[in-house]
Protein backbone atom coordinates (compact mmCIF):
# COMPACT_ATOMS: atom_id res chain seq x y z
CA UNK A 1 0.00 0.00 0.00
CA UNK A 2 1.53 3.57 -1.10
CA UNK A 3 0.05 7.34 0.39
CA UNK A 4 0.77 9.79 -1.75
CA UNK A 5 0.91 13.28 -0.06
CA UNK A 6 0.77 16.29 -2.08
CA UNK A 7 0.49 20.41 -1.28
CA UNK A 8 0.72 24.11 -2.12
CA UNK A 9 -0.50 24.07 -5.95
CA UNK A 10 -2.65 26.76 -6.14
CA UNK A 11 -2.59 30.54 -6.48
CA UNK A 12 -4.80 33.16 -5.26
CA UNK A 13 -4.79 34.94 -8.89
CA UNK A 14 -5.00 32.17 -10.93
CA UNK A 15 -6.98 29.37 -9.64
CA UNK A 16 -6.61 25.63 -9.19
CA UNK A 17 -7.08 23.88 -5.84
CA UNK A 18 -5.37 21.54 -4.10
CA UNK A 19 -8.37 19.22 -3.95
CA UNK A 20 -8.96 19.05 -7.68
CA UNK A 21 -5.28 18.09 -7.85
CA UNK A 22 -5.56 15.48 -5.76
CA UNK A 23 -8.74 13.73 -7.34
CA UNK A 24 -7.14 13.73 -10.74
CA UNK A 25 -3.82 11.88 -8.81
CA UNK A 26 -6.45 9.44 -7.79
CA UNK A 27 -8.34 9.22 -11.03
CA UNK A 28 -5.02 8.35 -13.38
CA UNK A 29 -4.04 5.83 -10.23
CA UNK A 30 -7.08 4.07 -11.42
CA UNK A 31 -7.10 4.73 -15.26
CA UNK A 32 -3.10 4.43 -15.61
CA UNK A 33 -1.89 1.82 -12.92
CA UNK A 34 -5.43 0.14 -12.48
CA UNK A 35 -4.85 0.57 -8.83
CA UNK A 36 -7.44 1.21 -5.91
CA UNK A 37 -8.10 4.47 -4.03
CA UNK A 38 -9.22 3.55 -0.96
CA UNK A 39 -9.80 6.98 0.42
CA UNK A 40 -8.89 10.51 -0.05
CA UNK A 41 -7.82 12.86 3.08
CA UNK A 42 -8.41 16.40 3.03
CA UNK A 43 -6.37 17.84 5.93
CA UNK A 44 -6.73 20.83 7.14
CA UNK A 45 -3.41 22.32 8.87
CA UNK A 46 -2.81 25.13 11.41
CA UNK A 47 -4.89 28.17 10.01
CA UNK A 48 -2.66 30.52 11.08
CA UNK A 49 0.60 29.62 8.52
CA UNK A 50 1.17 32.90 6.88
CA UNK A 51 2.12 31.05 3.78
CA UNK A 52 -1.03 29.69 2.79
CA UNK A 53 -3.12 30.46 -0.14
CA UNK A 54 -6.55 30.45 1.69
CA UNK A 55 -7.17 27.60 4.08
CA UNK A 56 -4.25 25.26 4.22
CA UNK A 57 -5.22 22.36 2.66
CA UNK A 58 -2.72 19.42 2.17
CA UNK A 59 -3.84 16.35 0.37
CA UNK A 60 -3.19 12.78 1.11
CA UNK A 61 -4.51 9.57 -1.46
CA UNK A 62 -4.58 6.22 -0.32
CA UNK A 63 -4.01 3.30 -2.79
CA UNK A 64 -2.82 0.13 -3.55
CA UNK A 65 -0.62 1.28 -6.50
CA UNK A 66 3.04 0.42 -6.10
CA UNK A 67 5.18 3.51 -5.06
CA UNK A 68 7.50 4.01 -7.83
CA UNK A 69 4.52 4.23 -10.16
CA UNK A 70 2.49 5.97 -7.91
CA UNK A 71 4.76 8.62 -7.50
CA UNK A 72 5.89 8.80 -11.45
CA UNK A 73 1.50 9.40 -12.01
CA UNK A 74 1.46 11.73 -9.39
CA UNK A 75 4.12 13.62 -10.74
CA UNK A 76 3.36 14.28 -13.81
CA UNK A 77 -0.37 15.18 -12.60
CA UNK A 78 1.40 18.33 -10.20
CA UNK A 79 3.79 19.36 -12.98
CA UNK A 80 0.66 20.11 -15.58
CA UNK A 81 -1.36 20.88 -12.90
CA UNK A 82 0.49 23.35 -10.49
CA UNK A 83 0.21 27.12 -10.37
CA UNK A 84 3.68 27.75 -10.35
CA UNK A 85 3.23 31.27 -12.76
CA UNK A 86 2.80 32.26 -8.79
CA UNK A 87 5.96 32.48 -7.23
CA UNK A 88 4.23 32.10 -3.90
CA UNK A 89 3.30 28.38 -5.22
CA UNK A 90 5.63 25.76 -3.69
CA UNK A 91 4.14 22.50 -4.76
CA UNK A 92 5.50 19.19 -2.46
CA UNK A 93 5.29 15.87 -3.53
CA UNK A 94 5.53 12.62 -1.15
CA UNK A 95 5.10 9.34 -1.52
CA UNK A 96 5.47 6.77 1.24
CA UNK A 97 5.43 3.01 1.28
CA UNK A 98 3.36 1.96 3.74
CA UNK A 99 0.09 0.90 4.28
CA UNK A 100 -2.23 2.87 6.56
CA UNK A 101 -4.79 0.07 7.23
CA UNK A 102 -2.31 -2.44 8.44
CA UNK A 103 -2.84 -1.20 12.04
CA UNK A 104 -2.27 1.66 14.59
CA UNK A 105 1.77 1.13 14.16
CA UNK A 106 1.77 1.43 10.17
CA UNK A 107 2.65 5.23 9.97
CA UNK A 108 5.37 5.90 11.82
CA UNK A 109 4.77 7.77 15.53
CA UNK A 110 7.59 10.83 14.24
CA UNK A 111 5.18 11.17 10.90
CA UNK A 112 1.92 11.29 13.10
CA UNK A 113 3.67 14.08 15.34
CA UNK A 114 4.61 16.10 12.87
CA UNK A 115 1.46 16.56 11.29
CA UNK A 116 -0.35 17.20 14.63
CA UNK A 117 2.31 19.64 14.89
CA UNK A 118 1.39 20.83 11.49
CA UNK A 119 -2.08 21.46 12.67
CA UNK A 120 -1.30 23.76 15.90
CA UNK A 121 2.37 24.99 15.46
CA UNK A 122 4.83 25.88 12.80
CA UNK A 123 6.93 23.84 11.27
CA UNK A 124 10.32 23.75 8.73
CA UNK A 125 11.29 22.67 5.95
CA UNK A 126 14.20 21.20 7.37
CA UNK A 127 12.06 19.20 9.73
CA UNK A 128 10.52 17.46 6.86
CA UNK A 129 13.48 17.32 5.04
CA UNK A 130 14.54 15.68 7.91
CA UNK A 131 11.94 13.04 7.65
CA UNK A 132 11.33 12.29 4.53
CA UNK A 133 15.33 11.37 5.03
CA UNK A 134 14.70 9.65 7.85
CA UNK A 135 11.90 7.26 6.11
CA UNK A 136 13.80 6.98 2.80
CA UNK A 137 10.52 8.77 1.19
CA UNK A 138 10.40 9.58 -2.49
CA UNK A 139 9.27 13.21 -3.18
CA UNK A 140 9.33 15.55 -5.32
CA UNK A 141 8.88 19.65 -5.30
CA UNK A 142 9.34 23.06 -7.45
CA UNK A 143 9.93 26.29 -6.16
CA UNK A 144 10.85 26.14 -2.41
CA UNK A 145 9.56 22.83 -1.75
CA UNK A 146 7.53 24.28 1.28
CA UNK A 147 4.73 21.95 0.01
CA UNK A 148 6.63 18.79 1.17
CA UNK A 149 5.96 20.03 4.93
CA UNK A 150 2.16 19.66 3.92
CA UNK A 151 2.31 16.52 1.95
CA UNK A 152 4.08 14.87 4.92
CA UNK A 153 1.27 16.29 7.21
CA UNK A 154 -1.08 14.56 5.30
CA UNK A 155 0.33 11.13 5.01
CA UNK A 156 1.28 11.22 9.42
CA UNK A 157 -2.86 12.76 9.51
CA UNK A 158 -4.62 9.04 9.51
CA UNK A 159 -2.71 8.06 12.60
CA UNK A 160 -2.25 11.32 14.44
CA UNK A 161 -5.90 11.74 14.24
CA UNK A 162 -9.30 10.32 15.38
CA UNK A 163 -12.35 12.74 14.47
CA UNK A 164 -13.03 12.62 10.95
CA UNK A 165 -15.70 14.02 8.88
CA UNK A 166 -16.84 14.44 4.83
CA UNK A 167 -16.96 16.21 2.29
CA UNK A 168 -18.36 16.16 -1.36
CA UNK A 169 -16.90 18.13 -3.79
CA UNK A 170 -18.22 18.93 -6.91
CA UNK A 171 -16.29 20.45 -9.86
CA UNK A 172 -16.93 22.47 -12.65
CA UNK A 173 -15.97 21.93 -16.68
CA UNK A 174 -12.54 23.48 -16.92
CA UNK A 175 -13.56 26.01 -19.49
CA UNK A 176 -15.91 27.56 -16.91
CA UNK A 177 -13.11 28.39 -14.68
CA UNK A 178 -13.13 32.20 -13.77
CA UNK A 179 -16.87 32.55 -14.38
CA UNK A 180 -19.82 33.45 -12.36
CA UNK A 181 -20.87 30.02 -11.20
CA UNK A 182 -24.43 28.98 -12.17
CA UNK A 183 -26.01 27.23 -8.68
CA UNK A 184 -29.81 27.24 -7.93
CA UNK A 185 -30.26 29.75 -4.68
CA UNK A 186 -33.49 27.98 -3.28
CA UNK A 187 -32.10 24.34 -4.23
CA UNK A 188 -28.85 24.93 -1.94
CA UNK A 189 -30.96 25.96 0.81
CA UNK A 190 -33.56 23.09 0.40
CA UNK A 191 -31.01 20.32 0.14
CA UNK A 192 -29.29 22.13 3.89
CA UNK A 193 -32.43 21.90 5.39
CA UNK A 194 -32.96 18.74 3.81
CA UNK A 195 -29.27 17.30 4.88
CA UNK A 196 -29.37 19.25 8.70
CA UNK A 197 -27.81 18.34 10.85
CA UNK A 198 -26.00 15.25 9.72
CA UNK A 199 -24.63 17.75 7.13
CA UNK A 200 -23.78 21.19 8.12
CA UNK A 201 -22.22 24.45 7.08
CA UNK A 202 -23.79 24.40 3.31
CA UNK A 203 -25.61 27.43 3.65
CA UNK A 204 -26.05 30.57 6.22
CA UNK A 205 -29.55 31.07 6.76
CA UNK A 206 -29.10 34.27 8.72
CA UNK A 207 -27.05 35.93 6.13
CA UNK A 208 -28.59 34.19 3.35
CA UNK A 209 -25.39 32.59 1.88
CA UNK A 210 -25.21 29.32 0.15
CA UNK A 211 -21.69 28.92 1.81
CA UNK A 212 -21.16 25.96 -0.06
CA UNK A 213 -20.37 27.82 -3.23
CA UNK A 214 -16.85 29.64 -2.92
CA UNK A 215 -16.47 32.67 -4.76
CA UNK A 216 -12.51 32.38 -5.70
CA UNK A 217 -11.83 31.90 -9.46
CA UNK A 218 -10.93 28.02 -8.70
CA UNK A 219 -12.60 24.44 -10.47
CA UNK A 220 -14.69 24.07 -7.33
CA UNK A 221 -18.81 24.50 -8.01
CA UNK A 222 -19.75 23.47 -3.97
CA UNK A 223 -18.35 21.34 -1.68
CA UNK A 224 -21.16 19.75 0.61
CA UNK A 225 -19.25 19.16 4.38
CA UNK A 226 -20.87 16.29 6.87
CA UNK A 227 -20.76 13.60 8.96
CA UNK A 228 -21.73 10.40 6.81
CA UNK A 229 -20.55 10.15 3.28
CA UNK A 230 -23.99 9.31 1.79
CA UNK A 231 -25.13 12.44 3.99
CA UNK A 232 -22.94 14.68 1.79
CA UNK A 233 -23.73 12.86 -1.33
CA UNK A 234 -27.30 13.01 -1.00
CA UNK A 235 -27.25 16.58 -0.40
CA UNK A 236 -25.05 17.58 -3.49
CA UNK A 237 -26.97 15.38 -5.86
CA UNK A 238 -30.04 17.20 -4.92
CA UNK A 239 -28.01 20.76 -6.01
CA UNK A 240 -29.65 22.19 -9.57
CA UNK A 241 -26.37 23.69 -11.17
CA UNK A 242 -24.65 24.23 -13.90
CA UNK A 243 -23.09 20.71 -15.79
CA UNK A 244 -20.67 19.35 -12.85
CA UNK A 245 -17.41 18.03 -14.41
CA UNK A 246 -16.34 15.64 -11.92
CA UNK A 247 -17.34 15.18 -8.12
CA UNK A 248 -15.10 13.68 -5.53
CA UNK A 249 -15.35 12.30 -2.05
CA UNK A 250 -12.63 13.34 1.12
CA UNK A 251 -12.33 12.01 4.42
CA UNK A 252 -11.33 15.51 6.50
CA UNK A 253 -10.44 16.60 9.56
CA UNK A 254 -12.60 19.82 8.71
CA UNK A 255 -15.35 20.64 11.90
CA UNK A 256 -12.96 18.75 14.23
CA UNK A 257 -11.46 21.89 16.56
CA UNK A 258 -8.19 19.74 16.40
CA UNK A 259 -6.36 22.60 16.03
CA UNK A 260 -7.37 24.07 19.50
CA UNK A 261 -4.82 23.88 22.40
CA UNK A 262 -6.39 23.12 25.63
CA UNK A 263 -4.80 25.15 28.25
CA UNK A 264 -5.21 24.50 31.89
CA UNK A 265 -3.55 27.00 34.86
CA UNK A 266 -1.48 25.13 36.95
CA UNK A 267 -0.71 27.33 40.46
CA UNK A 268 2.28 26.85 42.52
CA UNK A 269 4.18 24.99 40.05
CA UNK A 270 8.10 24.97 39.93
CA UNK A 271 8.41 28.13 38.22
CA UNK A 272 5.31 29.96 39.37
CA UNK A 273 1.75 29.99 37.82
CA UNK A 274 1.67 28.89 34.32
CA UNK A 275 0.01 27.22 32.19
CA UNK A 276 -0.06 23.64 31.11
CA UNK A 277 -0.73 22.42 27.64
CA UNK A 278 -2.59 19.51 28.74
CA UNK A 279 -2.76 17.66 25.12
CA UNK A 280 0.71 17.95 24.93
CA UNK A 281 1.14 15.41 27.79
CA UNK A 282 4.01 16.88 29.78
CA UNK A 283 3.31 19.81 32.35
CA UNK A 284 5.03 22.49 30.49
CA UNK A 285 4.96 25.91 31.69
CA UNK A 286 4.48 28.31 28.47
CA UNK A 287 3.37 31.10 27.37
CA UNK A 288 0.46 31.83 24.70
CA UNK A 289 2.10 32.38 21.57
CA UNK A 290 0.65 34.08 18.38
CA UNK A 291 -0.21 32.00 15.59
CA UNK A 292 -1.65 29.24 17.67
CA UNK A 293 -5.18 28.47 18.72
CA UNK A 294 -6.62 27.73 21.97
CA UNK A 295 -9.44 27.10 24.55
CA UNK A 296 -8.92 28.18 27.70
CA UNK A 297 -11.01 29.35 30.89
CA UNK A 298 -11.46 32.61 31.80
CA UNK A 299 -13.16 35.64 33.45
CA UNK A 300 -14.43 38.62 31.71
CA UNK A 301 -12.92 41.82 33.44
CA UNK A 302 -14.23 44.69 31.76
CA UNK A 303 -17.25 45.73 29.59
CA UNK A 304 -17.51 44.48 26.23
CA UNK A 305 -17.03 47.89 23.51
CA UNK A 306 -17.48 47.95 19.85
CA UNK A 307 -15.00 49.78 17.76
CA UNK A 308 -14.09 51.26 14.20
CA UNK A 309 -15.46 48.85 11.54
CA UNK A 310 -18.25 47.25 14.10
CA UNK A 311 -15.73 44.78 15.67
CA UNK A 312 -16.15 43.94 18.76
CA UNK A 313 -13.73 43.57 22.00
CA UNK A 314 -13.57 41.95 25.61
CA UNK A 315 -11.12 41.32 28.04
CA UNK A 316 -11.09 38.59 29.97
CA UNK A 317 -8.69 37.21 33.00
CA UNK A 318 -7.15 33.95 32.10
CA UNK A 319 -5.25 33.42 35.07
CA UNK A 320 -1.41 32.39 35.36
CA UNK A 321 -1.53 32.67 31.56
CA UNK A 322 1.32 35.21 29.87
CA UNK A 323 0.65 36.20 26.77
CA UNK A 324 3.92 36.76 24.23
CA UNK A 325 3.26 39.76 22.17
CA UNK A 326 4.27 43.49 22.95
CA UNK A 327 1.47 44.79 20.30
CA UNK A 328 -1.06 43.04 22.97
CA UNK A 329 -4.21 45.49 22.95
CA UNK A 330 -5.39 44.23 26.49
CA UNK A 331 -5.57 46.46 29.36
CA UNK A 332 -2.90 44.87 31.68
CA UNK A 333 -0.30 42.33 31.28
CA UNK A 334 -3.42 39.66 33.08
CA UNK A 335 -5.74 40.11 30.84
CA UNK A 336 -6.36 39.18 27.18
CA UNK A 337 -7.96 40.71 24.48
CA UNK A 338 -10.59 38.77 22.94
CA UNK A 339 -12.34 39.66 19.45
CA UNK A 340 -15.58 39.17 17.66
CA UNK A 341 -14.77 40.53 14.76
CA UNK A 342 -17.46 42.72 11.73
CA UNK A 343 -17.41 39.18 9.69
CA UNK A 344 -18.63 36.92 12.62
CA UNK A 345 -21.64 38.79 12.22
CA UNK A 346 -25.04 38.14 14.81
CA UNK A 347 -21.87 36.32 17.17
CA UNK A 348 -20.76 39.78 18.39
CA UNK A 349 -24.12 40.17 19.93
CA UNK A 350 -23.34 37.50 22.19
CA UNK A 351 -20.17 38.96 23.29
CA UNK A 352 -21.37 42.57 23.51
CA UNK A 353 -24.06 41.13 25.94
CA UNK A 354 -21.42 39.63 28.50
CA UNK A 355 -20.05 41.34 31.52
CA UNK A 356 -17.34 41.77 34.16
CA UNK A 357 -17.54 38.93 36.39
CA UNK A 358 -19.05 36.47 33.70
CA UNK A 359 -16.84 33.33 33.17
CA UNK A 360 -16.30 31.88 29.98
CA UNK A 361 -14.23 29.18 28.08
CA UNK A 362 -13.07 30.91 24.97
CA UNK A 363 -11.79 29.33 21.77
CA UNK A 364 -9.51 31.21 18.68
CA UNK A 365 -6.08 31.81 17.41
CA UNK A 366 -4.02 34.38 18.85
CA UNK A 367 -2.80 36.95 16.41
CA UNK A 368 -1.43 40.53 17.40
CA UNK A 369 -1.98 39.36 21.14
CA UNK A 370 -5.55 39.27 20.14
CA UNK A 371 -7.51 36.15 20.64
CA UNK A 372 -9.88 35.91 17.28
CA UNK A 373 -13.16 33.93 18.69
CA UNK A 374 -14.49 31.11 17.23
CA UNK A 375 -16.94 29.78 19.86
CA UNK A 376 -17.25 30.70 23.78
CA UNK A 377 -18.81 29.18 26.32
CA UNK A 378 -21.02 30.59 28.86
CA UNK A 379 -19.99 28.66 32.04
CA UNK A 380 -21.30 31.41 34.72
CA UNK A 381 -23.74 34.61 33.99
CA UNK A 382 -23.40 37.58 36.76
CA UNK A 383 -26.70 38.13 37.45
CA UNK A 384 -26.36 41.11 39.54
CA UNK A 385 -25.85 44.72 40.22
CA UNK A 386 -24.86 47.58 42.25
CA UNK A 387 -27.28 50.37 42.29
CA UNK A 388 -27.90 53.56 44.00
CA UNK A 389 -30.68 52.56 46.92
CA UNK A 390 -34.62 53.37 47.03
CA UNK A 391 -35.70 55.02 49.67
CA UNK A 392 -37.98 52.62 51.34
CA UNK A 393 -40.85 55.75 52.27
CA UNK A 394 -41.33 57.41 48.98
CA UNK A 395 -39.54 55.04 46.27
CA UNK A 396 -37.73 57.62 45.15
CA UNK A 397 -33.91 57.01 44.31
CA UNK A 398 -31.38 58.59 47.01
CA UNK A 399 -29.03 60.96 46.50
CA UNK A 400 -25.18 60.87 47.64
CA UNK A 401 -24.49 61.99 51.02
CA UNK A 402 -21.25 62.90 50.39
CA UNK A 403 -18.18 60.90 49.48
CA UNK A 404 -17.42 57.84 51.16
CA UNK A 405 -20.90 58.55 53.25
CA UNK A 406 -23.60 56.50 51.78
CA UNK A 407 -26.66 57.57 50.51
CA UNK A 408 -30.20 59.14 51.69
CA UNK A 409 -33.77 60.61 50.75
CA UNK A 410 -33.75 64.16 51.89
CA UNK A 411 -37.41 65.00 51.97
CA UNK A 412 -37.99 61.57 54.24
CA UNK A 413 -34.50 61.79 56.06
CA UNK A 414 -33.76 57.75 55.46
CA UNK A 415 -30.30 56.88 54.52
CA UNK A 416 -28.32 53.95 53.32
CA UNK A 417 -24.46 52.77 53.87
CA UNK A 418 -23.80 52.25 50.23
CA UNK A 419 -25.06 50.86 46.57
CA UNK A 420 -27.20 47.99 46.59
CA UNK A 421 -26.56 44.37 45.34
CA UNK A 422 -29.97 43.93 42.92
CA UNK A 423 -30.99 40.81 40.75
CA UNK A 424 -31.04 41.82 36.80
CA UNK A 425 -32.22 40.50 33.25
CA UNK A 426 -29.41 38.45 31.38
CA UNK A 427 -29.76 38.30 27.67
CA UNK A 428 -27.82 35.49 27.67
CA UNK A 429 -27.87 31.75 28.83
CA UNK A 430 -25.56 29.36 29.73
CA UNK A 431 -23.49 27.36 27.35
CA UNK A 432 -21.49 27.35 23.67
CA UNK A 433 -22.03 29.98 21.21
CA UNK A 434 -20.16 29.84 18.16
CA UNK A 435 -19.95 31.82 14.87
CA UNK A 436 -22.31 31.69 11.79
CA UNK A 437 -21.25 29.14 8.80
CA UNK A 438 -20.70 32.27 6.78
CA UNK A 439 -17.43 32.59 9.79
CA UNK A 440 -16.47 29.46 10.22
CA UNK A 441 -12.69 28.54 9.36
CA UNK A 442 -12.98 24.80 7.83
CA UNK A 443 -11.53 23.47 11.17
CA UNK A 444 -13.58 24.30 13.87
CA UNK A 445 -16.21 22.08 15.17
CA UNK A 446 -19.60 23.23 14.53
CA UNK A 447 -21.73 23.13 17.83
CA UNK A 448 -25.02 21.09 15.53
CA UNK A 449 -21.87 17.95 15.47
CA UNK A 450 -22.13 17.43 19.64
CA UNK A 451 -19.94 16.40 22.20
CA UNK A 452 -19.65 19.89 23.81
CA UNK A 453 -19.34 20.33 27.47
CA UNK A 454 -22.50 22.18 28.33
CA UNK A 455 -25.92 23.36 26.14
CA UNK A 456 -24.96 24.34 23.06
CA UNK A 457 -27.11 27.18 20.99
CA UNK A 458 -26.07 26.12 17.54
CA UNK A 459 -25.98 28.63 14.17
CA UNK A 460 -27.03 27.61 10.82
P1 LIG B 1 -3.63 24.89 -1.60
O1 LIG B 1 -5.00 24.64 -2.18
O2 LIG B 1 -2.60 25.19 -2.63
O3 LIG B 1 -3.21 23.75 -0.73
P2 LIG B 1 -3.71 26.41 0.83
O4 LIG B 1 -4.50 27.55 1.33
O5 LIG B 1 -4.00 25.09 1.39
O6 LIG B 1 -3.77 26.25 -0.73
P3 LIG B 1 -0.95 26.31 0.44
O7 LIG B 1 -0.83 26.95 -0.88
O8 LIG B 1 -0.94 24.85 0.55
O9 LIG B 1 -2.25 26.85 1.14
O10 LIG B 1 0.16 26.96 1.37
C1 LIG B 1 0.47 26.50 2.64
C2 LIG B 1 1.96 26.22 2.71
O11 LIG B 1 2.36 26.24 4.06
C3 LIG B 1 2.32 24.87 2.14
O12 LIG B 1 3.52 24.99 1.46
C4 LIG B 1 2.48 23.99 3.38
O13 LIG B 1 3.41 22.96 3.19
C5 LIG B 1 2.96 25.00 4.39
N1 LIG B 1 2.52 24.69 5.75
C6 LIG B 1 1.32 24.18 6.13
N2 LIG B 1 1.26 24.07 7.47
C7 LIG B 1 2.43 24.49 7.95
C8 LIG B 1 2.97 24.61 9.27
N3 LIG B 1 2.26 24.27 10.33
N4 LIG B 1 4.22 25.12 9.39
C9 LIG B 1 4.91 25.50 8.30
N5 LIG B 1 4.45 25.41 7.04
C10 LIG B 1 3.24 24.92 6.86
Known amino acids: MTIVGLDDTDSREHGMCTTYAAAQVAKQLR ?124 IGAWRALSDWTYEQISYREPERWGTPREVDHNSVFAAAAAGYPDVWDTVDRGENEPVCVPHTPGPILHGIRGDYPEAVHRVAEQIDSEPVYSSHLFVTNQGTDVHLRDVTVTVGADSGSGITEADTGAATTTTLQDGRAYRLDARVVA ?131 EVPPCARRHIAKPLVRGGFDGPVHPER
Request: proline content about 5%; charged content about 30%; overall charge negative.
Open 303 to 433: EPETRRGGHVFVDVEPKGVAVDDADSTASSPSTLSCAAFEPTKRFRDHVRALRPGDRLTVCGELAGGTLKLEKVAIRDLDTTDLVTPVCPDCERTMESAGRDQGYRCRDCGTDAPGKERTEIERGLELGWY
Open 31 to 154: REAGAAVARTLLVRLNPAVEYKTRGNAALAIHTDCDPARAFEISQGVLESLAETRDERTNPGLVVADVDPDAGEDAIPASLARFSTRAIRDHLSRAAAETLITDHDYQSWHAGNGRGRIGALAA
